[in-house]
């Protein structure tokens, strides 16, 4: 029969733009979020976190955003390069134990 | 500091054989997890340990899996019989529980049963 994989989404950037990859949470009791990068052939690299106390935190051209009243969190990537090619995870933790849940991931592809 | 080291990266193996998965993960911390990675769904955490002891085992799949981690230093995760469907990509991650949850993955390790 027909296989049906994961469809990732996908976003397609001009390199020099910035990029916004958005995630939406399904546990309102998530106290700890955080964006992954994974390059073909790696593991998930970790990028930047912020907790629910925040709604917004910056990194070296990233900055994570979080809407806690629309479960929303996003990761913005500035000035995208070749090299931001991946897919991108946002994964919560709940507090239950030291665990994450990741979402399904997106593939963001650089455009030179 | 090195991360978490997995071994093997690559392994093809026939079905019905054993795969043992290995992990180092990063000095000092104190929880280790392993995920499987497919294209049909995604990663999904398979097991947790947390000071060498097992937590929530809910994500292995069935009995043909097992892990185990002998010391804080070491961990298996092993599959016998091997089946195709068990083709998949294994990651290793550990974190420390004071550091705000971060798990920090492995390279992985690159499973295919012919």
């Known amino acids: 029969g027909e296989s049906v994989g994961l469809h990732l989404p996908t976003l397609s950037v001009q390199e020099g733009d910035n990029s916004i990859i958005n995630c939406a949470y399904s546990n309102s009791a998530s106290d700890y979020f955080i964006w992954y990068k994974q390059e073909s052939g790696k593991g998930p690299q970790f990028i930047i976190d912020i907790r629910s106390n925040m709604d917004k935190r910056q990194g070296q051209r990233v900055t994570v955003l979080l809407n806690k009243t629309v479960k929303h969190l996003s990761l913005q990537i500035a000035a995208t390069q070749p090299g931001d090619s991946a897919v991108y995870f946002c994964a919560e933790n709940n507090n239950a134990g030291n665990m994450l849940t990741f979402g399904g991931g997106t593939r963001l592809m650089v455009k030179p | 500091d090195a991360g978490v080291i997995q071994s093997p990266r690559h392994e093809v193996t026939e079905m019905g054989q054993e795969v043992t998965l290995r992990c180092k993960p990063i000095?000092?911390?104190?929880?280790l997890f392993w995920y499987r990675q497919t294209m049909m769904r995604g990663l999904e955490l398979l097991i947790y340990?947390?000071?060498?002891?097992?937590?929530?085992d809910s994500g292995m799949p069935e009995d043909r899996f097992s892990a185990k981690m002998p010391n804080a230093s070491f961990s298996t995760l092993k599959i016998q019989p091997s089946e195709p469907r068990d083709s998949a990509v294994y990651f290793c991650a550990s974190s420390r529980s004071s550091s705000g949850n971060t798990i920090y993955f492995g390279e992985g390790s690159w499973l295919t049963v012919v």
């Open positions: 000095s000092g911390h104190d929880y």
């Open positions: 340990f947390n000071n060498n002891v097992p937590i929530d």
